[in-house]
C-alpha cells in the first residue's frame, strides 16, 4: 500500500497506506484555493530535513535500529541442548522452519495431525573459544525437545532482540538534541 506525500499550505504531510488521493483531499478538506502540491517520497525527505533537521537524524536513526535488530534476529542464536552449545541459524527461512514444525508438533500432540516421534533438526557446535564449528551436525530432537529449542531458543532471541531495539528507539525518540 502507497503512502501519498504532500505539501499543504506549506504543512508537509503523509498519509496513512493505501488511502487513494480523493481520500487523503476528503480527510484533510482540501479544495482548489488550497496550496496543495504531491510530493514524492524523496522530496518529502528532503523538505523534512529541511524544516525538521532533529526529526530527520531521530528517522535515521530509528531506520538504522531497525536494520540493526533485523540483522541480531538473523544472524542466529545459541541453545544448549544436554550441556552442549549449539548455534542454530536463524533467517528468514529458518524462522519459518521452526515455526511450521512447532504447528506440526502442537497439532500432533492435540491428536490433530500425526507426526514423527522426533523432529531432525541443523546445528553447529560451539567450540571451546566460543566460536561456531564449521561442521553442521543432525539433531534428533523429541517433541518436547524440540518445542523448547522453538519457545526458549528461537522465540526468546526474537524476543530479546527485538525488545533490545524497542528500547534503543525509545532512547531515541526521548533525545531532546
Known amino acids: ?7 499543504l499550505n506549506g504543512e508537509l504531510y503523509a498519509s496513512a497506506p493505501g488511502l487513494s488521493l480523493v481520500e487523503v483531499m476528503e480527510a484533510h478538506g482540501i479544495t482548489d484555493s488550497d ?22 537524524w531521530k528517522e535515521k536513526k530509528i531506520r538504522q535500529i531497525d536494520n540493526d535488530t533485523q540483522n541480531a534476529i538473523v544472524q542466529g542464536f545459541t541453545y544448549k541442548i544436554n550441556g552442549a ?19 506440526k508438533v502442537m497439532m500432533s500432540i492435540m491428536g490433530l495431525r500425526q507426526a514423527p516421534a522426533s523432529i531432525s533438526w ?14 553442521s551436525m543432525q539433531l534428533s ?23 533490545e531495539g524497542m528500547q534503543r528507539k525509545n532512547d531515541i525518540q526521548m533525545a531532546e538534541s
Not at 500500500?1 to 505539501?7: A, G, H, P, V
Not at 530432537?141 to 525488545?163: T, V
Open 141 to 163: 530432537l523429541s517433541h518436547e525437545e524440540f518445542l523448547s529449542l522453538y519457545l526458549d531458543g528461537a522465540l526468546a532471541h526474537k524476543e530479546r532482540c527485538l525488545e
Open 85 to 103: 552449545a549449539l548455534f542454530f541459524s536463524y533467517d528468514g527461512n529458518d524462522q519459518q522452519n521452526f515455526a511450521d514444525a512447532a504447528n
Open 35 to 56: 496550496n496543495f502540491t504531491l510530493l514524492t517520497e524523496e522530496e518529502y525527505s528532503i523538505a523534512s530535513a529541511a524544516a525538521f533537521p532533529h526529526h530527520a
Open 1 to 7: 500500500m502507497e503512502t501519498l506525500y504532500f505539501s
Open 122 to 135: 541443523k546445528a553447529r557446535p560451539i567450540g571451546g573459544s566460543g566460536e561456531k564449528t564449521a561442521d
